[in-house]
């Protein structure tokens, strides 16, 4: 596997966000283009004083009324984008992510098309500073960059315009849900938490592989060495992570279906599932990149000396998979924006207002029932994981509660319940992964696969199964589980 693909972020971000952001003229004009690689393109918003908190991207866009034109900077060095794949050395185009200003007042994030280098020559176009940001621990192929701007000019049409535009007289029009400005992030964590289930798989294909020829250590002294794999502590290494990464493979599918259903939704005028899959989305991209980077670390250690040969391709696989819980939201910051949507799902429950469906085991412990008896079976384990994390959300919600009566506005009240609220939020991503793991074993499905490999699925979410719920037992035991 080589140290990422320097056009990844052309294909997956930038052609994706002008086919779903652009209207059908700007894909003709330009999204065609980009899809032929006649273009190539990044995907420009992080900047070097903001990432995760894009309403405090610093990048203007003017809008020039005389002229119908954009009129693009960057005031200051923290607004300088940082980080695109692609832009240090491949990129000629970009999607610029910018604060659109109409007469100095601010309309929101929005999407420019903005071409930065010459098509024939390569070189940067006039009042645009662009190169690479250096060295990184991993992703060596990407050639990450930096992004500064001084008076560009750009059509209005080059604004992508399917939902916000700018008409010429300098009208705005709102886009029909915010939160479609975003779109394209939401797509890019259900990608990466897709690719990640993959990299997990990976690692845990090669360890377990490596496990199956090294032998050492005999269990009884006049015995041939056995496999290494034969050693329990070596089993305990391996079958967690096998789980896991089958786990986390079929979430990423349920996800990424979640994903095409909004979208054909969105393309009727029905947002309503909208926020359910940026929750979901985010949920899962923090902890199936947070569980990658440990599971690949843990599995690179069980090859021995060998899993730190770069020949092993280990190395590469752990450089990825701890990248991937920076890039597309800092892991802490989703699971912080999952923890409120639980608030407000937790209150709704209390009142006996509608939930979404990931939400819906919050129901019956907000009306205050208990959880029963504990019996081992695989649903009562994926029942007493979701009471717990009904019960962190319950936690959550009072300590918010209390502090909203000692006077703390929200945003202080949210900061100083953060904990909860990121342990909440862990817990509800855990509960569906293991019913999503439940439903694909026992559903339907069955009958298409074989009896043998029905087998191995059963065992594999056995072991799931109760490795999260010793993950967390405190958690469990503390609804009488």
């Known amino acids: 596997m080589p140290g990422g693909n320097p056009f990844g972020v052309h294909f997956v971000m930038m052609v994706e966000a002008i086919r779903t952001q652009g209207t059908d003229e700007q894909w003709e004009r330009f999204g065609k283009r980009a899809e032929n690689f006649e273009i190539c393109g990044t995907y420009a918003q992080t900047e070097l004083g903001h990432g995760s908190f894009l309403r405090g991207l610093e990048t203007r866009a003017d809008y020039d009324r005389a002229t119908g034109e954009f009129v693009l900077n960057t005031p200051k060095l923290s607004a300088y984008k940082w980080w695109p794949g692609g832009l ?3 990129s000629n185009y970009c999607l610029l992510v910018a604060q659109l200003y109409i007469d100095d007042e601010p309309k929101g994030l929005q999407m420019f098309f903005v071409q930065l280098r010459d098509e024939e020559t390569h070189m940067p176009l006039p009042g645009i500073d662009i190169g690479e940001i250096g060295h990184k621990r ?5 050639s990450n960059g930096f992004l500064g701007l001084k008076n560009v000019r750009i059509p209005r049409t080059n604004m992508l315009m399917r939902n916000a535009k700018v008409q010429p007289d300098g009208t705005f029009v709102k886009s029909p849900a915010s939160v479609l400005t975003y779109f394209t992030m939401v797509m890019m964590r259900c990608v990466v938490t897709r690719d990640n289930a993959t990299l997990l798989a990976m690692a845990a294909t090669i360890a377990t592989r490596y496990s199956a020829v090294r032998r050492q250590s005999p269990i009884n002294p006049n015995e041939r060495e056995p496999q290494i794999m034969d050693h329990v502590t070596q089993q305990l290494k391996l079958f967690p992570e ?23 939704d969105i393309e009727r005028g029905d947002f309503t599932r909208l926020p359910e899959l940026h929750n979901l989305s985010c949920v899962m991209k923090a902890l199936c990149t947070a569980d990658c980077n440990v599971g690949a670390e843990r599995l690179r250690l069980a090859c021995g000396g060998h899993g730190y040969l770069t020949s092993a391709n280990m190395h590469l696989i752990v450089s990825s998979a701890a990248a991937a819980c ?23 429950a ?34 007493a994981i979701e009471y717990a994390a009904a019960n962190k959300v319950r936690l959550a919600f009072e300590s918010m509660s209390q502090r909203l009566a000692q006077g703390q506005t929200e945003a202080e009240a949210a900061n100083g319940t953060g904990i909860e609220l990121t342990q909440a939020a862990e817990l509800h991503g855990r509960s569906f992964v293991a019913a999503t793991f ?15 490999l029905n087998r191995v699925l059963e065992r594999l979410l056995e072991l799931y199964l109760v490795h999260t719920a010793l993950r967390h037992l405190s958690d469990i035991l503390q609804v009488n589980c």
């Open 326 to 348: 920076s890039y597309e939201g800092e892991n802490t910051v989703l699971l912080l924006q999952v923890g409120r949507f639980l608030m407000k799902s937790w209150r709704a």
């Open 138 to 142: 991993g992703f060596y192929g990407v």
């Open 438 to 452: 439940l439903a694909y074993v026992t559903g339907p499905t069955v009958s298409e696969r074989s009896a043998a």
């Open 242 to 264: 096998i789980a896991n990464a089958i786990a986390y493979q079929l979430s990423a599918n349920k996800l990424w279906s979640l994903y095409h259903e909004t979208y054909v």
């Open 88 to 90: 240090g050395h491949c």
């Open 350 to 383: 209390t009142e006996g207002k509608p939930l979404t469906p990931t939400a819906s085991y919050l129901r019956g412990p907000a009306r205050g029932e208990t959880f029963g008896k504990w019996t081992g079976e695989w649903a009562n384990i994926v029942a």
